[in-house]
């Protein structure tokens, strides 16, 4: 695929993932066990077929969703139903999605736009550290306990945007930090501690 083929795909991704509807909607059919048609969708979501059939076409033309035929049961017209894409075209979509993203936040407002998306997770009473390696994990990354009692964070999805722009990447992570822990400097984001390695130290755990 040549430059401008490449581009206007991914504008396609963009737009897709640009709506809370369609995002909700890819996140319903990856956690399926099976195919769903739209009639479940829309039970799921809440929302009128016809409206969600709309947004599954968008999504179907953005490659994030495949869609089948299954044979009609008598006279009727054929039944569509939709499978999430595999999950490396999705997770290259997302990344796609937040290499536009980096380039229209600077620091400040990717760190409070960090503690934004972490005030709607819903409450957990688990301790500080329990709650951080589990949403390390929910984030993508591979975490493991150092030997100084931070958190080291391994296999970064977002590796290649964050080493070009730390500055928003890491800054969203530190904003979800504050959030979980109910205000800034208490967990702190130490970006590329070492290759490719990011590290979390809570306040009341270092030594």
């Not at 947004?55 to 006279?75: I, K, Y």
């Not at 928003?168 to 984001?189: N, S």
Request: charged content about 20%.
């Amino acid at each position: 695929m040549d430059g401008a083929g490449a581009a206007a795909e991914n504008a396609g991704v963009h737009r897709a993932l640009a709506v809370p509807t369609r995002r909700a909607l890819l996140a319903e059919l990856t956690s399926a066990a099976e195919p769903l048609e739209a009639q479940q969708l829309a039970r799921a979501l809440g929302l009128h077929p016809t409206t969600i059939r709309h947004h599954l076409t968008a999504l179907v033309q953005a490659g994030l969703v495949a869609v089948s035929r299954q044979p009609a049961a008598g006279r009727g017209r054929p039944k569509l139903s939709y499978t999430a894409a595999p999950a490396h075209e999705q997770l290259d979509a997302y990344r796609e999605l937040v290499e536009v993203l980096a380039l229209g936040y600077g620091r400040v407002g990717a760190v409070q736009a960090g503690r934004d998306w972490g005030a709607e997770l819903p409450p957990d009473d688990a301790p500080l550290g329990e709650r951080v390696r589990a949403a390390a994990e929910r984030w993508g990354f591979r975490p493991e306990s150092g030997a100084d009692g931070r958190l080291l964070l391994r296999d970064c999805p977002f590796l290649r945007t964050a080493e070009r722009h730390p500055e928003v990447i890491c800054a969203v992570h530190q904003g979800l930090l504050d959030a979980l822990a109910g205000g800034p400097d208490v967990v702190r984001l130490h970006p590329f501690s070492a290759p490719g390695v990011c590290a979390i130290a809570i306040a009341s755990e270092r030594s």
